[in-house]
Nanobody, 118 residues
């Protein structure tokens, strides 16, 4: 089993920045993909960014050039953290952001709310 806990959401003005963190614990050795999805009110959950075990990354077109996904380089075998640096935020980035991990099965965090508003 893997547990995912997100942090870092909040209210930010358009053009501002936020950094989300996702702490994974448990059977993290099984994970080969980690990433972020988001779900805005009335919309379906969508992929934002993901990072693979070889450190390659993939982004949604809507966030390319503004968001950066990364992970810590700790050799702690009990914990792994993935970050989402979000710059030049827009009102349409407002959503609940969910951490996701895949290691044979899908794991989800409970989500953290990001609100972009003046």
């Amino acid at each position: 089993q893997v547990q995912l806990v997100e942090s870092g959401g909040g209210l930010v003005q358009p053009g501002g920045s936020l950094r989300l963190s996702c702490a994974a614990s448990g059977s993290i050795f099984s994970l080969n993909i980690m990433g972020w999805f988001r779900q805005a009110p009335g919309k379906e959950r969508e992929l934002v960014a993901r990072i693979f075990s070889d450190d390659s990354t993939k982004y949604a077109d809507s966030v390319k050039g503004r968001f950066t996904i990364s992970r810590d380089k700790s050799r702690d075998n009990a914990k792994r953290t993935v970050y989402l640096q979000m710059n030049s935020l827009k009102p349409e980035d407002t959503a609940v952001y969910y951490c996701h991990a895949f290691g044979g099965i899908n794991y989800w965090g409970k989500g953290t709310l990001v609100t972009v508003s003046s």
